[in-house]
């Protein structure tokens, strides 16, 4: 079974390889990616089923170097469902894109980078989700930010090459302290091998633990968008394609919170900061649900909530009880999958209404009752109301905080609640506006009433109406499907997490990683 | 471990410089800075590297303390290439820059500005700021004045075709 791990990076680098030759020609590009990503679903699908069933997780040495000293890939439970979850996202992601590319007729126009990016995007992701290894890490990180430099300024108009500015360079810094963190940690211990880091971490004095510490997660922080490293996130995402948005927002941001989970639980299991994550957690989550609340454009306003509910994952990480870990991989797998719905959604809003600004669009309720249902499900659902899969994450989560019983735990869980129902305001109040509000309201709009809501933002672009395409409909309404599917097979689902945060507490040793890889 | 206090020293220096050119609005200098850092970075693997000693993996006699540490000038090899590829993309995002707005500086978010001017009696710092701005903070191309906040529309110039696609990632104008 463990043949198939490197299929996971390799496959979607031979697609991408294979849509850039065939750049002229749209339709085979299209089948190239549907294909390799849907491969790629399956593998990680049958990964997921042979770790889970065993037990055990799969380790292959790359290039058949001996095993502290190769490249290994390793994938446990955590890894393939991050994986799984992540195909099932970029596929719908792709086919949104798709049904937004035919129906513009853009046969003619060059912009045939964006599957071979896409699918780079894909690798890179994958490749560090199942990095076996600190530098694996970094270079999957690179691939991952590599492709997401072009596609955040696809199509180089002046808007998204000035966003993008930004976007590059506060993504470069996070690279570089990454790689300085690598030396470093190198320097003081001699390997770069995150099971054998683990093991060897305790020979050091505690101080020097401690800076190696705080200079990884910095630079997982800036990916992950942690308060106060976040805020290139809002400023950067929303003037993406509505597709491009959707993944970053989706996937992008998780993989550093990915490597934040690997950095706590796995290679620095004695050094304790989590009083200060728990600090930055709630600011995180207090200082973006406020900036959503400011905001007047639908994207802004998730990419606001993004940021906040990013401060959730934080929380429970910084709890590090097994039950808290679990409650925080299976928020992770819920927000991946609900963030992703709403910027698509978003991205139908645009499209039908021709802007994303709540106070230029009203009445889509009554025009497009099918969207006003694709948008109303995921947003209560982020906003925490049961029974839908974001109440039982947070559930979860306020649950295992509250047995640790520590006054900061019962602040942070009041902060988290706060959250949850700002959140829902935020969204709430772009229901009422964009989608409740009948049409002719918009006439009798008095200054002063277009002064309290707030102005209209510059951001918020005014493009033609456009009918939108079944297939983004259909994509869209698939990815609704999967959040339902989230709080319907919650059970199951929520076990799965709750073995993996048990399992994150007992790390396995060098030893039993080769002997994995020699399998 | 034995290591190079001279190596440390220009490593030092370099991020240093690097930190303070990228913190610049015009890319250009924002470019050197990541070259800079990027470099430093390289040269913080090679510290680490510890003492140099003679090629491993050849001359299967020699003793193992005397070879020096392959898996340091590997990861450097790896950085050296990605920092590479992004400088090249970095070059392509100013040339496009310029090729738009005749300037290659960093702008300010236009809807971070709007919900700011939305609090007129919180504005008076900011405003100082913005206008005590110095006006060599782009790099001036072919001898054209650009300031560093105002956006130039200069999309007519000659021999200079603006056919970039609008708003949707696939094409269309």
Redesign the interface.
């Known amino acids: 079974m463990s043949g198939l791990v490197p299929l996971l990076v390799t496959l979607p680098l031979l697609g991408a390889a294979v849509a850039l030759i065939f750049g002229r020609r749209r339709k085979v590009q299209v089948g190239v990616s549907i294909l390799t990503l849907t491969t790629v679903l399956v593998v990680a699908a049958i990964l997921l089923y042979t770790v889970d069933s065993t037990g055990l997780p799969l380790a292959v040495s790359v290039g058949g170097w001996p095993v502290p000293?190769g490249i290994v890939l390793y994938v446990d439970r955590l890894a393939a469902l991050l994986v799984v979850v992540s195909s099932i996202v970029l596929l719908a992601v792709l086919l949104f894109?798709v049904g937004?590319?035919a129906?513009?007729?853009?046969d003619e126009?060059?912009?045939s980078i964006?599957h071979p990016s896409y699918l780079i995007l894909a690798a890179g992701i994958f490749n560090a989700f199942i990095a076996g290894d600190l530098?694996n890490l970094y270079?999957g990180f690179?691939i991952l930010l590599?492709a997401s430099?072009?596609l955040i300024?696809?199509?180089?108009?002046?808007s998204r090459?000035?966003?993008?500015?930004?976007y590059?360079?506060v993504s470069?810094?996070s690279?570089?302290l990454f790689?300085?963190a690598?030396?470093?940690i190198?320097?003081a211990l001699g390997t770069?091998n995150m099971v054998q880091l683990s093991q060897r971490m305790g020979e050091l004095p505690e101080e020097v633990q401690l800076v190696l510490h705080l200079l990884l997660l910095l630079a997982f922080s800036i990916k992950a968008a942690v308060f106060p490293l976040s805020f290139w996130l809002p400023?950067s995402y929303?003037t993406a394609?509505?597709?491009?948005t959707a993944v970053f927002a989706g996937l992008l941001t998780k993989v550093g919170v990915y490597a934040m989970i690997r950095t706590e639980t796995q290679i620095f299991r004695d050094s304790d900061v989590n009083t200060l994550l728990l600090i930055v957690a709630l600011a995180t989550m207090i200082v973006g649900v406020l900036g959503a609340v400011?905001?007047a454009?639908l994207k802004?306003i998730l990419s606001f909530t993004l940021v906040s509910h990013i401060g959730y994952m934080v929380f429970g990480l910084a709890v590090a009880t097994p039950a808290s870990l679990g409650a925080t991989i299976y928020y992770m797998v819920h927000h991946i999958v609900v963030q992703t719905t709403l910027f698509l959604a978003v991205g139908l809003v645009e499209r039908r209404a021709g802007s994303t600004s709540i106070l230029k669009v009203q009445g889509l309720m009554r025009a497009a009752p099918v969207l006003a249902v694709l948008y109303f499900i995921p947003a209560i659902n982020l906003g925490g109301l049961p029974p839908f899969s974001g109440f039982i994450g947070k559930f979860a989560l306020f649950d295992a905080a509250a047995r640790e019983g520590t006054p900061l735990m019962y602040i942070l869980i009041i902060g988290g609640i706060i959250t949850s129902l700002l959140t829902l305001y935020a969204l709430m109040r772009a229901w009422n506006l964009a989608f409740w509000r009948e049409e002719e309201d918009h006439a009798d709009d008095t200054p002063e009433r277009m002064a309290y809501l707030?102005?209209?933002?510059?951001?918020?672009?005014q493009?033609e109406r456009r009918v939108i395409p079944r297939i983004m409909t259909a994509a869209t309404a698939g990815m609704v499907g999967v959040t339902l599917a989230l709080t319907v097979f919650a059970g199951p689902l929520y076990q799965l997490c709750a073995s993996i945060g048990e399992a994150l507490q007992e790390p396995i040793t060098i030893s039993q990683l080769d002997e994995e890889a020699r399998q | 471990?034995t290591v190079s206090l001279v190596l440390i020293i220009i490593m030092g220096a370099l991020f240093a410089a690097g930190v303070y050119a990228?913190l610049e609005r015009s890319?250009t200098r924002?470019l050197i800075g990541?070259l800079l850092?990027?470099n430093?970075?390289n040269l913080?693997?090679l510290?680490?590297m510890g003492r140099p000693g003679i090629a491993p993996f050849f001359g299967d006699s020699a003793d193992p303390e005397q070879m020096s540490d392959p898996?340091?000038q590997a990861?450097t090899l790896?950085?050296i290439v990605?920092t590479f590829?992004?400088s090249a993309?970095?070059l392509a995002?100013i040339y496009?820059?310029w090729q738009?707005?005749q300037a290659d500086t960093?702008?300010d978010?236009?809807?971070?500005?709007?919900?700011r001017?939305?609090a007129p009696e919180d504005e008076d710092t900011m405003d100082d700021e913005i206008t005590e701005e110095d006006d060599d903070a782009t790099t001036d191309f072919v001898g054209t004045n650009t300031a560093p906040i105002t956006?130039l529309h200069h999309r007519d110039v000659e021999g200079i075709r603006d056919d970039?696609?609008?708003?949707?990632?696939?094409?269309?104008r």
């Open positions: 000293f894109s937004q590319g129906a513009d007729g853009d126009t060059p912009v964006f530098f270079v690179e590599v430099y072009v300024t696809l199509g180089s108009t002046e090459i000035r966003t993008g500015v930004v590059i360079v470069l810094v690279s570089i790689l300085a690598i030396a470093a190198y320097g770069v400023d929303p394609p509505a597709p491009v400011a905001q454009e802004r707030g102005g209209a933002p510059a951001a918020a672009t493009t | 471990m990228m890319l924002v990541f850092l990027g430093a970075a913080f693997l510290v680490v898996l340091p990861l790896t950085a990605i590829a992004v993309f970095l995002l496009r820059s738009l707005g960093v702008h978010d236009e809807a971070d500005l709007e919900v001017e939305r956006v970039a696609p609008t708003d949707r990632p696939g094409g269309g």
